[in-house]
């Protein structure tokens, strides 16, 4: 009986003092626009968590609370002093962000900012921090089990993370928890499994790479790239690459235009062998000297910053070369990953509505959407490559309101634009200007690439009806942004 009370008590003891004085709660009000009606905004929701205070009355917390905020509010541990505060970086990728006070700090400049710890290693314990209702706080001991390369907010971005293996109480607050070592700010917890008692941290080297990125003002993130890959696993595959049996490697299926690697001159068929004098097995994971084995972009989104040149050595035609790779941001996607604190664009036409296809968009379509989800849509996200030529968005017909105007038409859905009037269409704003121009016969010609393969929209047919749907109370009709050029 004593050992297990010993053990309760090394786990869950309350802190006397030390990290407490830099932490306090932060409250969000989040509200998104709706994917699949994007005019209309979704209900409303909120979330708890807690925030580190840096220098300078900067508080440290994750991008799940800040995004898409309309109403941000930090309070003291026990609740009763309060300042409202608004986001002044935001890295959805890393799932980072610094929140500034509106006005005066009140209470916060009363706390004790926190220090960044070294990294810590697998193995060693992290504390972390909790408050209970009434302001006292509560600490939880792990141990890192290892270091990972993990996607923590938007899917498919992946940076280093701590699995921590800790038995945590139910508190007040758990969404987004710090994590310390010796009083100095360590990792911060995106997620726990309480089934398994594993938590995923943000790792002190990525957050510290984040802050020394802001301290200037000008935020950049982190930079990519630009590559798909496959492993070199089969032994075929390696025979036809001239990969000796000893050599790793990972094979590019694609190349992004305007990325990084782009622009070095890597190309699609080269094969990746090293990265800043990391080997890289056939799998892609290479051996870190502190952290043991973990995945290759750390290579890139994980020490170096944007801006700096690391070398890439590649097989190309079974030579082997070295390439010197400048690192910028990863080009904006043809399907973007998310719209984060963006109202989505669309068009609304005679009845013809008009969106760019995006992951959330298909997300919408539910739980199982990677199936239910319509297939040339999907076909899109799987193989933007086929798509890119003359597009930056792809234009998607999503529904048609049955009206005057769109008669024999109603049961469209899922119609990828081509062209409207001979013209092809790159985007939603090129859409709309094509629509805005009178056709000699005045009616619109919409090319789609599946049947009817072509729509013809009567444009005085159309205005009728779009100043009718703005009578009916429909706030707008069109959401475009400009494109930079």
């Known amino acids: 009986m004593k050992s297990l009370l010993a053990l309760f008590l090394t786990l869950s003891l309350p802190l006397l003092a030390g990290p407490e004085k830099s932490v306090i709660r932060v409250n969000s009000t989040i509200q ?11 209900p409303s929701r909120s979330r708890r968590g807690l925030g580190t ?108 993370c701590y699995t921590l293996k800790a038995s945590m109480q139910t508190s007040g607050n758990s969404f987004t928890l710090p994590a310390f070592v010796d009083g100095k700010l360590a990792g911060i917890l995106t997620s726990y499994d309480a089934k398994d008692q594993i938590s995923d941290l943000i ?71 090293n990265v800043s004098g990391n080997d890289l097995d056939r799998r892609g994971y290479f051996q870190h000297p502190k952290y043991g084995t973990l995945y290759w972009p750390h290579l ?33 996607p043809l399907v973007p990953t998310h719209r984060f604190d963006q109202a989505p664009p669309f068009l609304i036409k005679g009845g013809l509505v008009f969106q760019e296809l995006s992951r959330p968009y298909l997300e919408a379509f539910g739980k199982d959407w990677s199936t239910r989800a319509p297939l040339n849509l999907l076909d899109v996200l799987s193989s933007p490559e086929d ?5 930056r968005r792809v234009v998607v017909l999503t529904r048609v309101v049955a009206t005057e105007a769109t008669i024999g038409y109603d049961r469209l859905a899922s119609q ?9 269409v790159a985007g939603l704003p090129e859409l709309a200007e094509a629509l805005e121009k009178t056709p000699a016969t005045g009616i619109h010609i919409i090319e789609t690439d599946e049947e009817p393969y072509q729509i013809f929209l009567d444009e005085y047919l159309s205005d009728q009806v779009d100043a009718d749907f703005l009578k009916r109370g429909l706030p707008i009709l069109k959401r475009l942004y400009e494109v930079k050029k």
Do not use: C
Not at 307 to 330: A, C, F, H, M
Not at 416 to 424: A, D, F, M, R, Y
């Open 203 to 273: 790792s002190v080297d990525i957050i510290a790479a984040f802050l020394k990125d802001a301290s200037d003002g000008k935020y950049e993130g982190f930079p990519s790239l630009g590559v798909g890959t496959t492993t070199t696993e089969d032994p075929h595959f390696r025979g036809w690459l001239k990969l000796p049996e000893d050599q790793g490697g990972l094979y590019i299926t694609r190349i992004l235009p305007g990325g990084s690697g782009d622009l070095a001159g890597l190309k699609k068929g080269d094969v990746i062998l």
């Open 53 to 160: 205070i840096l220098p300078g009355n900067r508080i440290l917390t994750t991008a799940a609370m800040a995004t898409d905020a309309t109403y941000i509010e930090l309070q003291s541990a026990d609740s009763t002093q309060t300042v409202t505060a608004k986001v002044s970086m935001i890295d959805y990728d890393a799932n980072l962000a610094l929140l500034v006070p509106d006005s005066e700090p009140g209470f916060l400049a009363k706390l004790t900012p926190a220090e960044i710890a070294a990294p810590p290693k697998p193995g060693e314990q992290l504390s972390l921090l909790q408050f209970e209702n009434n302001g006292d706080p509560l600490s939880t001991t792990g141990t890192i089990r290892s270091m990972e390369l993990l996607s923590t907010f938007v899917t498919g971005r992946y940076f280093l």
């Open 300 to 332: 890139v989104k994980g020490a170096p910053l944007m801006g700096e040149k690391i070398p890439v050595q590649i097989l190309r035609d079974g030579k082997q070369e070295t390439i010197e790779v400048t690192l910028k941001k990863s080009p904006s």
């Open 416 to 424: 990828i634009i081509k062209s409207v009037n001979g013209e092809p």
């Open 387 to 391: 798509y890119e030529k003359g597009r």
């Open 32 to 42: 998104n626009f709706s994917a699949s009606q994007p005019w209309e905004k979704a």
